[in-house]
């Protein structure tokens, strides 16, 4: 049984690597029967490398044009549930795009608590690149110091993921988005 959100639109997720957005869309996906697309996969189904990969090899600036692409690609299918990169909604483009898919949900939590969650994911190597000269927990601050004002301003509304499970989470991006436009930050 699915449970739909009284909207045609899609939804967008986004926030730092860690915070549960890939997991949240399947479990989205599978609670209201609509399709999920995550905006890593995309670019790996396109390429045929990882991220990581890409990363390595071509640098950053050739993963964020393939990235637009991807936002681009996931933007144009009415009602999908899609997850984007932490980086991805830094480009001016790309927030223009997403925001017309639906409702943009910051999946947030404090840096110690994505690191710990980093740590014990077997796929963080292959998905998760370093982005700085700072390693682990410095960097996930560094980063999160650096796009949180931009994360503010681009999210309609806000779910704190530290100690909740997926579902959990899920359970309240789909309850807010059900009253979207009218929803309030969880």
Known sequence: MSAQPPTDAGLVLFGMRGSGKSSVARSLSALTGRASAD???LIERATGRTVSDIF???GEPRFRDLERSAVADAAAHPGWIVSVGGGAVLHTDNRRLLKTVGPCVWLH???EFLWDRIRT???S???RPALTALQGLDELRELLHVREPVYRDFADFTVDTA???VDDV???VLQAWQSWPRSAPA
Do not use: H, L, Q, V
Request: charged content about 35%; overall charge negative.
């Open 39 to 41: 905006t890593d996969d």
């Open 56 to 58: 390595a090899r071509d």
């Open 109 to 111: 939590a404090a840096p």
């Open 121 to 123: 994911d077997a796929a």
């Open 125 to 127: 190597p292959g998905r």
């Open 163 to 165: 100690g909740r499970s």
């Open 170 to 172: 899920a359970m309240i």
